[in-house]
């Protein structure tokens, strides 16, 4: 069973950064893209970032590119997402999330949360 | 680019749900379907517009006409009182998700 778990989030002030993890298990993890998807409270679903997996290829939602950064380390089998000049409105839980081609985000991770705040 | 569901739907037990979701991109990008129990992560139910993964009951279906793609639960359960999100991408291949829908079991 694959499982995914990301790491704790937390406060951080405007402006700030932040680094996330996730921790996957069950899986062939090199083999798979991986993606973060957040979801700002009471609000739908957000789409933030997916890479590749052998880690060469990134892409981003236009929401976060050039302060995201997601990367990964398949000898650990884990997922990062860097956050820098955080905002307000990035107020939200992240999940980390495989992707098979075609496949669709299956599974989630619980999710952590990210409050940005003064 | 946008995919449009309602945002509330009622249904009585026993009874049949349909969420609709709406999109340009629809007609050329498959669709996905997600349900959400409140304060859990979401759980995928349909992938490819209709195909169903392992372990989801065949009560879940969906279907495509154009530019709408619809979530159809039958004999509804208290269990299935959730928020529901359509997926697919955009022409860049961003991923887009639905505005959600939330299912209240009357």
């Known amino acids: 069973e694959v499982q995914l778990l990301e790491s704790a989030g937390g406060l951080v002030q405007p402006g700030g950064s932040l680094r996330l993890s996730c921790v996957a298990s069950?899986?062939?993890?090199?083999?798979?893209?991986m993606n973060w998807v957040r979801q700002a409270p009471g609000q739908g679903l957000e789409w933030v970032a997916m890479?590749?997996?052998?880690?060469?290829?990134?892409f981003y939602a236009d929401s976060v590119k050039g302060r995201f950064i997601i990367s990964r380390d398949n000898s650990k089998n884990t997922l990062y997402l860097e956050m820098s000049s955080l905002r307000v409105e990035d107020t939200a839980i992240y999940y980390c999330?495989?992707?098979?081609?075609?496949?669709?985000?299956?599974?989630w991770g619980p999710g952590t949360l990210v409050t940005v705040s003064t | 680019s946008e995919l449009k569901q309602p945002p509330s739907v009622s249904v009585s037990p026993g009874q049949t749900a349909r969420i609709t979701c709406s999109g340009d991109?629809?007609?050329?990008?498959?669709a996905y379907w997600y349900r959400q129990r409140p304060g859990q992560a979401p759980v995928i139910l349909i992938y490819?517009?209709?195909e169903r993964p392992s372990g989801i009951p065949e009560r879940f279906s969906a279907s495509t006409s154009g530019t709408t793609v619809t979530l159809t639960i039958t004999e509804v359960q208290a269990e299935d009182e959730a928020d529901y999100y359509c997926?697919?991408?955009?022409?860049?291949?961003?991923?887009?998700f639905g505005s959600g829908t939330k299912i209240t079991v009357l």
């Open positions: 069950g899986l062939t993890f090199s083999n798979e893209a």
């Open positions: 490819k517009d209709f």
């Open positions: 999330a495989k992707r098979e081609y075609q496949l669709g985000f299956d599974p």
């Open positions: 890479i590749s997996g052998g880690g060469t290829s990134t």
């Open positions: 997926q697919s991408a955009d022409n860049s291949g961003n991923f887009v």
């Open positions: 991109v629809l007609p050329t990008q498959y």
